[in-house]
């Protein structure tokens, strides 16, 4: 039999929930001739609340206890038990930072084109990985990156620190990070839209059929689930209208 760990084991916060649910998923297991590695399967309660209840704890079968954590990561994306990608941005922006201080001890020893090439071949394919998930994070836990895009910018143009960030941006002739990230997420729907991903994804979006005509009639309206942050506030209810025309421009 294999062992088969579970690198995270994702649970709604509820008292009994999560016990059934996982000795379901035990048995699952136990039919497909799999055997649970308990010492690499990890448990994270989803909640705005700091502290956790050990009560709450899963057992396995032969009643092993699941470690809880409060982050772990799962498929090259930290996930935190607030979802705030906070942990996620720390790791990336420390990782990023070694990288380009290492590349401003030989800045000298590269063309401007170079210097375009490698930073995007090792830097942006970092921020490009999952942005379409964390891109709606709160803007002060995303400024990291923001500062570490700058200083590749710095280091690309060759310009000192005191230029602004906008002049760097239309001198090596690269969007800002935000205009990176919308463009992925346009994309990622454009892809879900044409039946280019997997159907789980596809379903999720849900068309919004408005009955008057406006002017808006033409564009492409999805709706969203809506979503309570840690104030109590409600930031997404739909998703913004997207025109063919955007999408022609966007692919072109």
């Not at 209840?53 to 996930?79: A, F, P, R």
């Not at 935190?80 to 420390?94: A, G």
């Amino acid at each position: 039999m294999q062992m088969t760990p579970f690198h995270i084991v994702l649970v709604p916060l509820f008292k009994r929930l999560p016990q059934s649910a996982f000795d379901v998923c035990q048995l699952s297991l136990i039919k497909y001739k799999l055997v649970l590695n308990p010492e690499k399967t990890k448990c994270m309660l989803f909640s705005r609340s700091h502290c956790t209840d050990d009560s709450t704890g899963i057992h396995t079968l032969q009643s092993t206890q699941i470690e809880i954590v409060d982050s772990c990561k799962y498929s090259g994306i930290w996930l935190d038990s607030r979802l705030s990608f906070q942990t996620h941005v720390k790791h990336i922006s420390k990782k990023l930072k070694e990288k380009t201080g290492l590349l401003f001890r030989n800045q000298s020893c590269f063309s401007f084109s170079g210097r375009k090439i490698i930073v995007q071949s090792t830097i942006m394919s970092v921020f490009d990985y999952g942005d379409v998930l964390f891109m709606h994070a709160v803007a002060n836990i995303l400024n990291p990156l923001d500062a570490v895009f700058h200083n590749a910018l710095y280091f690309i143009a060759g310009d000192g620190f005191l230029t602004h960030h906008c002049v760097l941006c239309e001198k090596v002739d690269w969007p800002s990070l935000a205009i990176y990230r919308e463009q992925h997420y346009l994309l990622f729907i454009y892809k879900a839209l044409s039946g280019n991903l997997p159907p789980y994804l596809s379903l999720l979006l849900n068309f919004n059929r408005l009955r008057l005509h406006f002017c808006s009639q033409s564009h492409i309206r999805l709706d969203t689930s809506r979503v309570n942050t840690e104030a109590g506030r409600k930031p997404s209810v739909f998703m913004p209208l997207i025109s063919g025309t955007g999408y022609r421009t966007l692919l072109s």
